[in-house]
């Protein structure tokens, strides 16, 4: 189940859920503006979800439950999303002429020479991107295929919740989605901006021109990296390191013996995919970075990065020009910003 050439006929909540707990986002357009009706956050337990793959079904369906309870939005359908690394995209050329029927046809018999999996173990769609400038009886068209579990997994959690799919999507075209949010704050001339999303167990940079993805980079590096350090440094446990890193509860050498050397690993991992899209693309600069992800908050982040790649470094917060529902906390709201920039793409699918 993939939804990308279909149009939503009516709205759904964003549902991203991650390695560390369950986000959701409902929005509206209320006066030619967007509205956040509703907005959620709760943590999944440790080994729930494990690099991405839903491992206990029943207990993130549970938190899910209790998300939607706490968030109380006034609907039931619901967006998710596959990691961008259990996808395969490809992007084909079709004659123009062809209708979707035709093209599914199609993509059916020459799946072979796109996916390397049986076609009954897989999930597919396609969307018509556009004209081939090369030969305007093509048009090009993007594949995007999951083994089917993938799907499976989350259309379970959502149902034992009380939940239905309306849409599955990508997790990388949520993020690019969630750009349309991002756009109006950024300084005035910044066309071609990298996105860093330092997640719990990855951190992944993804450059955009003009609000199209022309690069992206994941690697196995992120937040639970600074609960590890923490944990062998003073002798505690994961859960211990994690909620004393939360409370800012550590000893004074917590900063330059360890916080610090973990920004300036990932501001270093940073530059290094930043080289490596140089080197491989007609680009040799950017214009900006956004900071998003779980650890964006992190107090002299931004300004680390910023003098470490010679970038202007800006914190993500896709709801900068919102209005919020009467229910919405919204300093929580604001604080957790940088790491719902998923939710908020899936959540506008509303709008398709």
């Known amino acids: 189940m993939f939804n990308f050439n279909s149009k939503s006929t009516k709205s759904v909540i964003g549902v991203d859920i991650s390695s560390t707990s369950v986000k959701l986002i409902q929005l509206s357009v209320k006066n030619s503006k967007y509205q956040v009706e509703a907005y959620g956050v709760l943590p999944l337990a440790e080994n729930d979800v494990v690099d991405k793959t839903i491992m206990d079904s029943e207990h993130v369906a549970e938190v899910l439950e209790r998300v ?11 967006a998710l999303a596959v990691p961008a690394v259990a996808a395969i995209t490809k992007i084909i050329q079709m004659d123009a002429e062809m209708g979707d029927d035709e093209r599914e046809v199609q993509i059916r018999l020459d799946a072979e020479q796109y996916i390397p999996y049986p076609l009954d173990e897989v999930s597919l769609d396609f969307e018509v991107l556009s004209f081939n400038e090369k030969n305007p009886a093509k048009v090009d068209v993007l594949l995007v295929a999951t083994r089917t579990e993938n799907v499976d997994k989350r ?17 990388s075209y949520a993020l690019e989605r969630s750009y349309a949010l991002l756009a109006g704050s950024l300084p005035i001339g910044a066309n071609i901006v990298a996105v860093l999303d330092v997640g719990h167990t990855q951190t992944t940079l993804i450059v955009l021109d003009q609000g199209q993805v022309v690069y992206s980079r994941e690697q196995s590096f992120g937040g639970k990296q600074l609960t590890l350090d923490v944990q ?46 140089f080197s491989s693309s007609q680009y040799s600069e950017i214009d900006h970075l956004l900071l998003a992800g779980g650890s964006a908050n992190i107090t002299g982040f931004p300004k680390l990065l910023q003098e470490a790649l010679g970038y202007r470094v800006t914190i993500a917060n896709p709801f900068l020009r919102m209005s919020y529902a009467p229910q919405v906390d919204v300093r929580k709201l604001e604080n957790d910003a940088p790491s719902l920039l998923v939710a908020s793409g899936l959540a506008l699918r509303s709008f398709d």
């Open 232 to 277: 062998q440094r003073y002798g505690l446990s994961f859960a211990e390191a994690g909620f004393a890193k939360k409370e800012r509860n550590l000893p004074d050498d917590f900063e330059p013996e360890v916080l610090y050397p973990f920004m300036e690993a990932i501001a270093q991992q940073a530059a290094r995919s930043l080289q490596l899209f």
């Open 155 to 171: 259309v379970e959690v959502a149902e034992l919740a009380g939940l239905k799919t309306r849409v599955m999507d990508v997790e």
């Open 68 to 78: 939607y309870n706490l968030a109380n939005p006034n609907i039931k359908q619901v």
